[in-house]
């Protein structure tokens, strides 16, 4: 175990915390919706993530997750609805709105399983 060292402010000694250091990942719009979500909703666990230097690499899981998540239920979405290669053809406005309905369905999800939870 290491020791700790203080340093002397006024009469007082004040011991030289720092975090541990965690290695940078890139993360994307849901991982920092989930951070925010964290530290706002479950304090306790953030707070244990964060001290225990494994937040960002739960963010990043988290990210990964949810982008695989959004890829899969929109593919099986829109074969659900029948939205495929040959309407995006012949009515590509048609097409487009529902795939953004289909988009927008999956994220939803996605917040309530994933980034909100």
Do not use: F
């Amino acid at each position: 175990m290491s020791e700790i060292t203080y340093t002397k402010q006024a009469d007082y000694l004040i011991p030289d915390l720092t975090l541990p250091t965690e290695p940078e990942l890139p993360l994307g719009r849901y991982a920092l919706m989930h951070r925010d979500y964290l530290e706002q909703h479950k304090r306790v666990t953030y707070l244990n993530l964060l001290t225990s230097g494994r937040l960002n690499a739960h963010l990043y899981q988290t990210e990964q997750t949810a982008l695989q998540r959004l890829e899969l239920l929109t593919k099986q979405l829109a074969a659900e609805q029948g939205v495929t290669e040959e309407l995006k053809e012949k009515a590509p406005m048609q097409w487009l709105g529902m795939m953004n309905n289909i988009r927008s369905q999956a994220e939803e999800a996605i917040l309530s399983e994933l980034i909100y939870n």
